[in-house]
C-alpha cells in the first residue's frame, strides 16, 4: 500500500467523523491547521451569522491563527480572554462576558471514535461553554486527540493532557514535577470540572473542526 500513514489518519478521521455526525454535531474536515481556520472564517461565520466572538483555552486554537486573525476583524464584537496585563478581575469578567457571545472557539482534550468529547478543566469556563451559553460553539481537533473511547479518553486527559498543561502553565502541583497525576489536593490543580459531551443539542449547534494534523497538547 502507497502512503499507509495517510491511509491510516483517513480512515481514524472518517470513522470519528461519522460518529460525531451522528450524536448531532456538525463537523467540517481540514487538511491542517490553515485550511482548519479558513472553515471558521469562511464558512462557520458567515453560516452561524456572528456579530460576537469568544474563546477559550486551547492551544490548538491559537496554533492555527485564529487567535490573530480574530482579533483584527473590526466588524465582529471580540471579547479577548488571552490579552495581556488584565488584571484577575477582569480577566474572570472577560470569561463571564464570554459565555453569551454568538460564536465561541475552542479546542478539546479528547474526542472518541464513538462520537463524544471529553474535557477537564481548572476554572470551568471552557467546559461551560460548550455545555451552554453561546449560540454556536466551534471545536478544532487535531488528530492526536482522537481516541478509540471514552475510557481512553479520561486516560489520555489525566495521563497526558493535565501534566503537560501543568508544566505549561507553570502550576506547583506533583504532575508538573512527575509527569504522572497524583489526583492532588494542590492549590493549583487545574484537573477540576470534567464534561463528556455525548450529543450536540441542539443539533448543530456545536461545530467539530477535524483536523489531518497533530495539534495542540
Not at 486551547?58 to 496554533?63: A, D, E, I, L, P
Not at 492549590?187 to 470540572?193: A, E, L, S, V
Request: proline share 4%; glycine share 6%; hydrophobic share 35%.
Amino acid at each position: 500500500m502507497e502512503r499507509p500513514t495517510e491511509n491510516y489518519w483517513q480512515l481514524r478521521l472518517e470513522k470519528t467523523r461519522k460518529a460525531l455526525e451522528a450524536n448531532n454535531f456538525q463537523v467540517y474536515t481540514a487538511e491542517d491547521g490553515s485550511a482548519a481556520a479558513r472553515i471558521v472564517m469562511d464558512q462557520i461565520l458567515p453560516e452561524t451569522g456572528a456579530r460576537s466572538v469568544s474563546w477559550g483555552g486551547s492551544g490548538t486554537f491559537t496554533s492555527t491563527g485564529l487567535y490573530d486573525t480574530l482579533r483584527r476583524r473590526s466588524d465582529l464584537e471580540i471579547i479577548d480572554t488571552f490579552e495581556k496585563d488584565l488584571s484577575d478581575t477582569e480577566r474572570i469578567e472577560r470569561r463571564r462576558r464570554a459565555l453569551l457571545v454568538d460564536l465561541f472557539v475552542t479546542g478539546t482534550n479528547a474526542v472518541t471514535e464513538t462520537g463524544l468529547l471529553v474535557n477537564l478543566d481548572m476554572i470551568g469556563n471552557r467546559v461551560a461553554a460548550i455545555t451552554f451559553g453561546p449560540k454556536n460553539v466551534a471545536i478544532l481537533v487535531g488528530r492526536n486527540k482522537i481516541v478509540p473511547d471514552l475510557e481512553e479518553a479520561m486516560m489520555r486527559v489525566k495521563g497526558y493532557a493535565a501534566p503537560v498543561n501543568a508544566m505549561r502553565l507553570d502550576k506547583k502541583t506533583p504532575c508538573a514535577k512527575t509527569s504522572y497525576c497524583e489526583d492532588c489536593n494542590s492549590p493549583d490543580r487545574i484537573c477540576n470540572h470534567w464534561t463528556i459531551t455525548e450529543k450536540a443539542f441542539p443539533k448543530g449547534r456545536i461545530k467539530v473542526v477535524l483536523i489531518n494534523e497533530s495539534l495542540g497538547i
